[in-house]
């Protein structure tokens, strides 16, 4: 029999005020009451490497190294089931967003391909307010291996063929539809 393993908290970097950071109302994620119903609502947790329950329970003991480069956050399908189920109303999916946003901007690479996803996404969204899917592959291979978009191209081709997919010219100029909306919540959330 093996000794159980020792989780020493004195020895890990911790900010007790991490959590209060993340949620628009600061305090927030001090009411979970690891209840577990954010696990057990969310249809990725199978594939995440930390359970949305224990990933806030990090949160709370200001763990955020060990969070920030955990694959959870990139794992959320943002299907709101844990924000709409949570017995405390705590809004869960906007936190993973701002957990994703503090990922990015301190320029963690653990996770570098989900990174490129969400941005391209993102950038695709916020240009033309829909997803325009060829352009969307193009930014993300483009920021991560162009080469591995070789590996799509059969079925890139099928779709076409089937009149599932339409290549569309890119806006080359302008504004995107979404760009006053986007700039209206940095300026919210004093990013402006």
């Known amino acids: 029999m093996t000794a159980p393993e020792v989780f020493n908290l004195t020895e890990v970097r911790r900010d007790p005020a991490f959590g ?3 949620t628009p109302a600061g305090r927030q994620l001090r009411a979970c009451i690891q209840c577990g119903t ?8 199978s594939a995440m490497d930390i359970t949305p329950r224990k990933m806030w329970r990090m949160v709370q003991l ?5 969070v920030l480069r955990s694959k959870t956050m990139w794992l959320c399908s943002i299907c709101y089931q844990c924000q709409a ?9 906007q936190t993973i967003a701002k957990l994703k946003q503090l990922a990015i ?3 963690i690479k653990q996770w570098r391909e989900s990174t490129a996803f969400y ?16 352009e969307f592959m193009a ?5 991560t291996n162009p080469l591995g978009a070789l590996g799509y191209a059969g079925m890139g081709l099928t779709l076409l063929r089937r009149g599932k997919l339409r ?3 890119p806006r080359l100029r302008g504004e995107g539809r979404l760009d006053r909306l986007f700039d209206r919540v940095a300026e919210l959330e004093g990013k402006k």
């Open 20 to 22: 209060d950071r993340l």
């Open 38 to 45: 954010c696990t057990a609502s969310c249809p990725s947790a």
């Open 62 to 66: 200001g763990l955020e190294d060990d």
């Open 85 to 93: 189920r949570c017995p405390r109303g705590i809004p869960l999916t």
């Open 105 to 107: 901007e301190r320029q």
């Open 119 to 134: 941005l391209s996404f993102s950038n695709v969204m916020r240009r033309y307010g829909r997803m325009r899917e060829v």
């Open 139 to 143: 930014h993300y291979f483009l920021s």
């Open 167 to 169: 290549p569309e010219l």
